[in-house]
């Protein structure tokens, strides 16, 4: 596999790795605590994470189709 290829999939996981744990956390915060604002302050990273891992796909299939008209 290309050097590229495994640089963005390595991007890739960064994200969706935080978003897993973001994910417990405010799982977490509601259920120990309801701790609204330490829930909502996952969230808000869950999703800046999401779009993150979206932007880094994008990459990816802009440069799989570069490829594909090499």
């Known amino acids: 596999m290309d050097e590229d290829y495994r640089k ?14 973001h994910a417990e956390l405010s799982k977490l915060a509601l259920q120990t605590s309801s701790d609204i604002d330490k829930a909502i302050t996952s969230l808000d990273v ?25």
Do not use: F, G, M, Y
């Open 8 to 21: 963005l999939i390595h991007d890739a996981r960064n994200p969706l790795n935080n978003i897993s744990v």
């Open 46 to 70: 869950i999703l800046s994470e999401c779009q993150r891992c979206s932007q880094k796909l994008q990459s990816l299939a802009d440069t799989l189709e570069a490829k594909e008209r090499e």
